[in-house]
């Protein structure tokens, strides 16, 4: 990195303290009493901060874990993201949505599909195969950029971090304009059986037990990153498209056969990550790329930026 490029920023950095940013406006304006979201506006305006200083002093020419720091960071900050959104989910309505949600599925399907399948369609394998694409997601971030960054394909990273980054966004900021609680909240009750499965099965109800908020439901932002990830595979690495392409759909119907999240939820989480893909792709090359494209031709370099 040249002295007169450090400051610069990524789109996916200016993306961050944008929304950041975004966050604490709205939680000033509308938190009530505003002491009790201290610590969410302290997150994100440290947020905000933490960029712009990672791109000061972060030299990515200088050695390959700086690069790996500074390029692949979000990966890490989504989770703190995520976590931070569980104290927001009533900031603007006090109740959830999800019978006016069940109620408009019900009237286009007939019935409620987590209920239809809780009564006729659990099965142990089943359950864990569906159970083993849902946990899929949360290898799919680290393992796309990874290798991504083993191979050198910075330019990748940056577009498909920001394809990423939008996603997640409008994802939170769906959270707290329409909260939905899920299945498994909403329908507690009513459930006449346990998914069981062995092994993937208890790994999910793990993770979700001891990581995931009460609410954040609509959209799914599991299947819409899930949708990002798939459509970047299939541009750059099309043989591995096809083999990412059973896991996300498993993850899809895992999402309402886990009881996680609705139907809606698919169709609205795809429908986000599919529009942030084609925004990038319609987006010029960062002006940033040809720098961090090292050791390749600069032809080359031109390509994995288009």
């Not at 009564?119 to 799919?140: D, G």
Request: with cysteine.
């Amino acid at each position: 990195m040249r002295q007169s490029d450090r400051g610069r920023l990524f789109l996916y950095d200016k993306l961050i303290v944008g929304f950041s940013l975004l966050m604490v406006t709205i939680i000033i304006l509308l938190g009530r009493p505003l002491t009790n979201f201290i610590g969410e506006i302290a997150f994100f305006l440290a947020a905000a901060l933490i960029v712009p200083v990672m791109a000061r002093y972060l030299d990515a020419n200088t050695g390959r874990w700086q690069k790996f720091i500074r390029l692949l960071y979000p990966v890490v900050l989504f989770t703190f993201f995520y976590t931070a959104m569980g104290g927001l989910i009533f900031l603007l309505f006090d109740q959830f949505f999800d019978p006016q949600l069940t109620a408009f599925e019900k009237s286009i399907l007939g019935y409620n599909p987590t209920l239809y399948i809780d009564k006729h369609l659990l099965n142990v394998w089943t359950n864990e195969f569906l159970s083993a694409c849902y946990y899929s997601y949360y290898l799919m971030l680290p393992a796309f950029f990874i290798t991504m960054f083993i191979k050198r394909r910075d330019a990748i990273i940056v577009r498909t971090m920001s394809a990423v980054c939008i996603t997640f966004f409008v994802s939170y900021l769906l959270f707290i304009l329409y909260p939905v609680e899920g299945p498994r909240w909403f329908f507690a009750d009513i459930f006449q059986n346990e998914i069981e499965g062995p092994f993937f099965r208890q790994i999910v109800n793990y993770v979700i037990d001891n990581a995931a908020f009460h609410g954040g439901c609509m959209p799914s932002s599991h299947v819409a990153v899930a949708i990002v990830i798939l459509l970047a595979t299939f541009k750059y690495y099309r043989k591995a498209g096809y083999i990412l392409l059973i896991p996300n759909i498993g993850l899809a119907i895992g999402t309402f056969w886990g009881r996680f999240h609705y139907v809606s939820d698919i169709f609205v989480g795809a429908a986000i990550g599919i529009a942030a893909w084609i925004l990038i792709e319609k987006q010029p090359a960062d002006a940033l790329i040809d720098q961090y494209e090292t050791k390749r031709p600069k032809e080359k370099s031109k390509s994995h930026a288009s």
